[in-house]
DNA sequence: ACCAGATGAGCAATCGATTGCTCAAATCCC
DNA sequence: GGGATTTGAGCAATCGATTGCTCATCTGGT
């Protein structure tokens, strides 16, 4: 607040109008009785003092900001920021703003950020791929909180997601309509919640088709393309056979994609490949790559609205959503 | 604030402590004379009863949020996503959190996005490619403000942006050194600073080496590779000679290799590309792109730092900061 | 003309922390 | 030992808005 001159405040209003702070204040807020003149003469003098309600002095009297903090592991990754995109575009309307911590992961700088944000008196928080969703337990929150992408292992949690499940049954299914028998599958090593669920979809799918499962042709690395990719070459170089990769996310795909050129496998006449979250690079590898489509923005628009929900009727609802995927075919398949 | 136990305040530590509040502040602040015995007991209060400041209220006597604004046109864009996190990265470790706004290039939005920060008291504002950085115009603003990326049409401005200048040269000195000497320009259609510093840039370079500089060789299309496909596609259908393409953003770069694809021409063979941006896919599009990197994160720190300082020092520096930019080369040189 | 109820508006407390000012007690200097 | 200075701590105003309560005036019904 540089600019000497004194910010205008509903006591210059009253002021000027020959009222007191409480009238302004009602008329402001169009809460308790006040005459049609008064009113008029109000909203002129605010319109012609310009004057702004102070948003710090109104939160601090009813203990709510209108602001909501979202924890976010990496802004830059695509899957993320386009959550955030949805979950803002849903609350800038609405008037609340909204607040970011990245937190790279650290689980540290994790808790710490939300105790930063309820200090700040934040409404509301929406916690997206939270490590354990540690959250709700470490702190004795004070505030509602919504859970994006990755279910805290607790039970009562607000958790949205997109329906993984499906994603595994059907990512599979492409594979085997396709006429793969013999699928691998590429998954991040931890026991993440989402991708447990896309597992259970493969397995379902396999099942379903009468396939065998084997729990030989499940790979866990760790999620990078060059993790997929030597474990991918490790593969091919041990000689197992396959013919379909199920790569639980992106990367995975495309780090699997260059393995098998450099081995010389044709793709997808020898090996097919389908992804999971339908990042940009998907489109722009050769071959494009087949994989199934997460709904971020409606993801983080339902969490938005489920948050302000639970804030605005003060009641916990503690629901579980699951946004559709979709397939989306390519040249892998 | 659901959780009816009321917060503790500083009147709860003084109550208990039996010493009183004024004191407490002090104590907290390590502001003005007490005892260590005094100090000793506020502190052991404080921890007992687990008090946390209440963040609004000293705001509102302080008038400092410790919080910055961030108006950024899209945050799914890797280039400022980037950019908020170096932003997020210097802010937060210094006590200053983060609002996002994302205004999809609305102007009305931009606006309204800043009034409303302003009025939430941010400390500062830092604006991501400003359609046009009208903000500092059309509102008395209150806080001091950093321009990334794009100048805004006043002198008296912080801007943070990438060496433009030398990116463009480097980009038409690579073309030229791989034997280029008929380059074509896309650009952006609209009269930006990016851009105009870029082409200022690549005409310099021309010069430099002793190429003709051909105004027709210039193209404005709008940034998108759909744009840029159809615009190349368009300007081999008509037989222009050419043999090397500086696109000032590397989605013009795609679209361009796309069209070259298109008609047979192997690119870098018959015509060499550089783009700019080093935006993802340059590494996945086959061949690669050969472009100029920009250094987002130094850009976001670097406006975050000087934001802070100005806020901190209470002093409009009005600096202009140019972050070095970097030639990569791929396989389209 | 009188009383009940409706209407318009102000007083003052409150949210939680900061800070200028005051004042008593402790310490110091000669 | 007496005046000057330092030290420790509290009072009360303030930041800007909200809101329960009070009160005076007005309206209407009989």
């Known amino acids: ?48 003092l310009g004057y702004r309600s102070n948003v710090l002095a109104k939160s601090l009297r009813t203990m709510k900001t209108y602001s909501v903090g979202v924890i976010v592991p990496d802004i830059t990754n695509e899957f993320f920021s386009k959550l955030v995109l949805g979950i803002e575009n849903y609350c800038y309307p609405k008037g609340y703003l909204v607040y970011i911590c990245n937190t790279s ?86 026991d993440l919640s989402t991708m447990n669920q896309r597992v259970n979809g493969y397995f379902n799918a396999l099942n379903e088709y009468d396939l065998p499962i084997d729990m030989n042709n499940i790979f866990r690395v760790s999620v990078s393309k060059e993790a997929a990719e030597s474990c991918v070459k490790e593969i091919l170089e041990s000689g197992k056979d396959f013919d379909g990769i199920f790569a639980t996310s992106d990367w995975l795909a495309v780090g699997a994609l260059k393995a098998l050129e450099v081995y010389g496998k044709k793709v997808p006449d ?30 983080g628009k339902t969490a938005a609205r489920l948050l302000l929900d639970s804030i605005e009727n003060n009641e916990e609802s503690h629901q579980s959503v699951q946004v559709p995927v979709e397939l989306v075919r390519r040249e892998t398949t």
């Open 1 to 48: 607040m540089k600019n000497g001159s004194k910010n205008i405040s509903i006591k210059d209003i009253a002021q000027f109008t020959g009222v007191s702070t409480s009238t302004v204040s009602r008329v402001l807020n169009d809460n308790g009785r006040f005459s049609d003149e008064t009113k008029r003469r109000v909203l002129d003098a605010v319109e012609k």
């Open 105 to 190: 992961e650290d689980r540290e700088k994790e808790l710490e950020s939300v105790a930063n944000m309820e200090a700040r008196g934040v409404d509301g928080l929406i916690d997206l791929g939270g490590v354990a969703g540690e959250i709700a337990k470490s702190f004795a929150r004070k505030v509602p909180v919504v859970y994006i992408d990755r279910r805290p292992n607790m039970t009562d949690a607000t958790v949205i997601e997109s329906d993984n499940y499906t994603g595994g049954f059907i990512a599979t299914e492409e594979l085997i309509s396709k006429g793969c028998s013999n699928i691998l599958l590429l998954r991040d090593h931890r």
């Open 270 to 299: 020898e090996v097919k490949i389908v992804g999971f979250d339908n990042i940009q690079v998907t489109e722009f590898v050769n071959p494009k790559i087949t994989t199934v489509n997460q709904d971020e923005w409606t993801m």
